[in-house]
């Protein structure tokens, strides 16, 4: 059975900083690409980052130089660090691989930025 369990969410004013993490397990974590997605109010899910087994990174254009997307193999934890964050990222935000051709996801966390 494959889990990815998000935490770190929160309440956070305009240019705070909050961490997230995403507990995986059911995968061989060290070779699975990782992605964080997010989905604001009445919005669709959108990609934000990305990394894969080598720790090749990529984001989302809005986030760039804000986020840090990071892994941690020895714990099977997928990592996001928001600084400077926005009222615009204000979301749920959702842990995903795809594992064996399907898709997981994570029940996702809620992130809050006000003014």
């Known amino acids: 059975q494959v889990y990815l369990v998000e935490s770190g969410g929160g309440l956070v004013q305009a240019g705070g900083s909050l961490r997230l993490s995403c507990r995986t397990s059911?995968?061989?974590?060290?070779?699975?690409?990782m992605n964080w997605y997010r989905q604001a109010p009445g919005k669709q899910r959108e990609f934000v980052a990305a990394i894969t087994s080598d720790g090749s990174t990529n984001y989302t254009d809005s986030v760039k130089g804000r986020f840090t997307i990071s892994r941690n193999n020895a714990w099977n934890t997928l990592n996001l660090r928001m600084d400077s964050l926005q009222v615009e990222d204000t979301a749920d935000y959702y842990c995903?691989?795809?594992?064996?051709?399907?898709?997981?996801w994570g029940r996702g966390t809620q992130v809050t930025v006000s003014s």
């Open positions: 995903h691989t795809t594992w064996k051709s399907i898709d997981y």
């Open positions: 059911g995968i061989n974590f060290k070779i699975a690409r």
